[in-house]
């Protein structure tokens, strides 16, 4: 499934709902812990909120909200 780059946050209801469509229960997780999951399922870096505000995966929907988490 290829990503498509995000222009703004996405919310936790939207990241609930994505997680859902990988086959991912989310449970009691944290956005950063779900996301990392997801990556994951979709064969990328558990990267989320690491790169203290640079990131090279152009194509990541997460990117956005990624370059705002402070590490």
């Given amino acids: 499934m290829a990503l498509a780059t995000a222009k703004r946050t996405m919310s936790m209801i939207a990241v609930r709902k994505k997680a859902k469509g ?3 229960t989310p449970g009691k997780m944290k956005k950063e812990e779900l ?3 997801m990556q994951h ?3 990328y ?8 505000g640079q ?11 990624c370059l705002k988490v402070k590490s």
Avoid: V
């Fill in 22 to 24: 990988l086959g991912i």
């Fill in 35 to 37: 996301i990392r999951a």
């Fill in 41 to 43: 399922a979709e064969g």
């Fill in 45 to 52: 870096n558990q990267c989320y909120g690491s790169g203290g």
């Fill in 55 to 65: 990131c090279e995966q152009t194509k990541c929907c997460f990117m956005h909200d």
